[in-house]
């Protein structure tokens, strides 16, 4: 494989070649899970790969609980669907648990006080009473239990590592907490085998070509885990192999024709960019960045041409317009402006608002910036 | 030296009668003679050494090699050995199993996908 293919056929994994008409399950479904800590920025990324669909429409998905927002992988907030909530946090939840050991410990929380804990929200949101953090942090108040900051992000995080609670519906602009067995019930634990086993084969179809570190990086399994699943999965999977590196994949047919120029406006975090350990294969028209610079420029939003991040941009939300500034670190003909345009035009549709764009060119410098000494 | 001897007695009389035997290996320079001249069906596994996948399927693709010996000629091409091979034959990924008729590839399979399939693709070879 060359490394044009590995991008062209991650952006048909990633369901990016081209929006389609599917439902938003459908979407979130094939991907698994969509990072969302901006909340507005993962609604786009589920909108971008449904054709017609708007930001109401992901609202409303989210509303009724179709869609679920928790802490499923990596110590983020992520979309997944009610169905593959409990047997996604059985294998990633106890890495995030042993990684926040030492904020526990600065926060003086110990197992008694999230069992304790747990037993607040559940006696506090039973019954379909959807509660905001502060409402959460209300009911711990009662029950003596301190619960402020960190601290009350720790034990609700806690809480959704453990299944116990899940998003409600918004209340307004807030967010709220549910319980996870009234949100979505359906959802079903799996044996580990057979998780490890399901979850290697969603992320080699919804992210292939990849690397078993990648797939690592992603699940926030252990590279050993990820491995097994792989192994385990190996009957569904295709391998390739670029510069000594086997990457895995589901090798489905027919083969989706990519558009050139194929410009996307990819919010932060979107799962094409930052799935993915080792990200180079993105960054390929940007060789000027270095360092820290580079592996940060998917955290942000992107322009992606032909697969690869060549820009960024910033939206400003107004009551009848969306204003993007989009800079570009590489030069666009005429032919990729345009295809620019269609994909900001479409940003405005799906959002429902009229379209201010601004495009500005910027030279990036090769040098890699200097450190700051500091004289304190 | 002892050692060495015993074990190619071992391989000798394993060697006639395994079905991974039965797998013709195959590249450049034999393609034409034992693929797209070959008087029978011609089930095509295109593997690589270092592929996880394919290593799982070696085993169905022998047996499949011994169950339908003389009707279904089963051949096995090492992508490293002969990319470009590969690369005419359009394989992007490791296991693929392409079914060939009358020198003409009839079938395509991507990924292993099991026991199942792979008996499906030999028994759609053999029936047309």
């Known amino acids: ?376 | 030296m002892a050692a060495e001897f015993g074990r190619q007695k071992v391989l000798g009389s394993s060697m006639s009668t395994t079905p991974a035997a039965l797998v013709v290996p195959v590249n450049e320079l034999n393609f034409e003679t034992e693929v797209l001249n070959a008087s029978t069906p011609v089930l095509i596994d295109v593997s690589a050494s270092w592929c996880g996948p394919c290593k799982a399927a070696r085993p169905v693709v022998a047996e499949l090699a011994q169950a339908h010996s003389g009707a279904l000629k089963v051949v096995e091409i090492d992508g490293d050995e002969s990319p470009e091979l590969v690369a005419r034959l359009g394989v992007r990924g490791f296991p693929t199993f392409l079914g060939v008729l009358g020198g003409q590839v009839v079938e395509r399979r991507a990924g292993f996908g099991g026991k199942r399939p792979l008996q499906e693709l030999a028994s759609t070879l053999l029936r047309t």
């Open chain 1, 1 to 376: 494989m060359k490394p044009d293919d590995i991008v062209g056929a991650r952006l048909r994994a990633t369901l990016l070649a081209k929006a389609q008409v599917r439902s938003v399950e459908e979407t979130l479904s094939w991907l698994t899970a969509v990072q969302a800590q901006d909340f507005a920025g993962a609604k786009w990324a589920l909108g971008q790969r449904i054709a017609g669909t708007t930001d109401v429409a992901i609202d409303d998905a989210f509303q009724s609980g179709a869609v679920l927002r928790t802490h499923a992988m990596r110590a983020t907030w992520h979309f997944v669907l009610p169905e593959d909530l409990r047997w996604v946090l059985s294998l990633t939840a106890a890495r995030v648990i042993a990684a926040s050991a030492t904020y526990y410990r600065q926060t003086e929380l110990d197992e008694k006080l999230f069992r304790k804990s747990r037993n607040v929200f559940e006696r506090a949101l039973a019954g379909k009473r959807y509660l905001t953090r502060d409402e959460l942090a209300g009911a711990l108040a009662q029950a003596k239990i301190r619960a402020s900051g960190l601290r009350l992000g720790l034990l609700t995080m806690r809480a959704e590592l453990d299944a116990v609670i899940c998003s409600g519906p918004r209340r307004g602009k807030q967010f709220t907490y549910a319980l996870v067995e009234e949100r979505a019930p359906k959802a079903k634990p799996l044996e580990r085998e057979e998780a490890l086993a399901k979850l290697a084969r969603r992320y080699c179809q919804s992210h292939g070509p990849a690397l078993p570190q990648d797939f690592a990086w992603w699940s926030g399994l252990s590279v050993a885990d990820a491995k097994k699943g792989l192994e385990l999965a190996v009957p569904e999977l295709s391998c390739a192999s670029m510069n000594g590196k086997v990457y895995w994949f589901v090798d489905a047919r027919p083969k989706l024709r990519l558009p050139k120029p194929h410009v996307l406006l990819l919010p932060n975090y979107d799962e094409y960019t930052v799935a993915y350990k080792d990200r180079s294969l993105l960054l390929g028209a940007l060789p000027s960045l270095v360092g820290l610079a580079r592996q940060q420029v998917v955290f942000n939003h992107v322009v992606v041409r032909d697969g690869q991040v060549v820009g960024g941009f910033q939206r400003h939300v107004r009551k009848q317009r969306v204003e993007l500034e989009v800079t570009l670190l590489s030069s666009f003909d005429a032919e990729a402006e345009r295809a620019l345009e269609l994909a900001a035009a479409r940003y405005a549709a799906f959002l429902g608002l009229s379209l201010d764009l601004r495009v500005k060119r910027q030279e990036l410098s090769a040098r890699r910036p200097r450190r700051r000494r500091d004289r304190s």
